[in-house]
């Protein structure tokens, strides 16, 4: 008699987790994928964990809403895409340590990712908009579809020295206010897109990717260097010579998440880490049912998700032959941080839910412009 109440107790549960599973699947806002990923890093040598961006300096405090990447102008001064739609311009006052903060042109929507023409506009990706040609107070949208799909994502972009535009659509199926479902999603909804300006047309380079966002072009210019982000990985695209058109691995397995990725023009790519790897990033990522919930979470809570599981966000800093030098961190933010920039004697960072950006000395192991 106990065997058979233990095993009717048994099936009784299964039921009910079966049910419970169902209810859930049946409500998720995404559709998970299984997806099997390397463990992460140990954080030794460049990975261990450090506090070089603590007591950073504070640029524009409460006047920069948001920054999301950086790009600097020939005359030096900032440019940023802020959470209010505005692209704001930074300037250096004698002393360096204070600036002078403008609202540049409004482009509405969130701008994300910068970069300078071979004309010295201002490429801008905004999500829904799609590729914009910003000179000051005039906005132009260079192009909104590629094949026939319509950009939901426009993320990051870099320019080449002969006019040519590189920039990412991140997802067809998300927007950037549902970003995080793409993440958990583990799906490849996103692009790698080129803009040709002197015949106006946009071609898609590389489709099926894992959320693609910064974009940045080598010192010759002959690859790119693109970030998956959830796929802890950054890709190298060739241009030029024998192996053009095809991909291969620049560095992978990253201690966090990739986003922004900037060349400094000095042998080293910069990419701005949001959050490291902590154990829930693990543990969803091994299991689609704890993305569900996490999902079902953000949708009652929007950002609340996203706020609890940022931990230890940073800079890191990586060779052109893909070999990490410099990690920037800080154990004790749960701030993220969307991008870096090299500035000479400083790295510069800005962030999603930051209200200015931060100002770092440059450690010694990095080479100065």
């Known amino acids: 008699m106990p065997n058979f109440t233990i095993a009717v107790v048994a099936a009784a549960l299964c039921i009910a987790l079966a049910a419970a599973w169902r209810a859930l699947l049946r409500n998720s806002p995404i559709d998970a994928a299984n997806i099997q990923l390397p463990h992460p890093p140990q954080r030794l040598g460049v990975f261990a964990h450090n506090k070089r961006l603590q007591n950073a300096h504070k640029l524009g405090s409460g006047l920069i809403p948001n920054p999301e990447d950086l790009v600097f102008d020939s005359q030096g001064r900032l440019y940023t895409g802020c959470g ?24 509405g929507g969130r701008p994300l990712g910068l970069a300078f023409g071979s004309h010295g506009e201002l490429l801008v990706c905004e999500p829904s908009q799609g590729l914009l040609n910003v000179t000051e107070g005039h906005v132009e949208i260079l192009t909104e579809e590629a094949d026939g799909l319509k950009f939901k994502f426009a993320d990051g972009v870099d320019a080449s020295r002969e006019g040519a535009v590189y920039f990412t659509d991140a997802s067809y199926k998300y927007g950037f206010h549902d970003h995080l479902f793409d993440i958990l999603e583990y799906r490849p909804h996103g692009r790698l897109l080129k803009y040709e300006a002197a015949t106006k047309t946009t071609s898609v380079l590389l489709k099926d990717l894992y959320f693609p966002n910064g974009v940045a072009l080598s010192d010759k210019q002959d690859f ?5 982000t959830s796929l802890y990985r950054c890709q190298k695209y060739w241009l030029e010579g024998p192996q053009k058109g095809t991909v291969e691995s620049f560095i992978d397995n990253l201690p966090g998440l990739p986003d922004n990725i900037h ?26 049912s704890v993305r569900h919930v996490l999902a079902l979470i953000a949708t009652l809570a929007p950002g609340g998700v996203a706020d609890g599981i940022v931990d230890e966000p940073g800079v890191l800093a990586v060779n052109d032959m893909g070999d990490p030098v410099a990690l920037y961190s800080d ?12 500035g000479g004697d400083f790295l510069y960072y800005g962030s999603l839910t930051l209200d200015y950006i931060g100002r770092v000395p440059l450690a010694q192991e990095i080479p100065i412009n």
């Open 84 to 107: 209010d739609g505005w692209i704001k311009r930074i300037s250096f006052l004698d002393n360096q340590l204070v600036v002078h903060v403008e609202n540049w042109t409004y482009v």
């Open 224 to 228: 790119l260097v693109f970030c998956e």
């Open 263 to 288: 060349y400094d023009g000095n042998g080293i790519f910069w990419i701005g880490i949001p959050t490291s790897r902590t154990l829930v990033w693990t543990i969803a990522t091994k299991f689609p």
């Open 331 to 342: 154990p004790n933010s749960k701030n993220q941080i969307n991008t870096g920039l090299n």
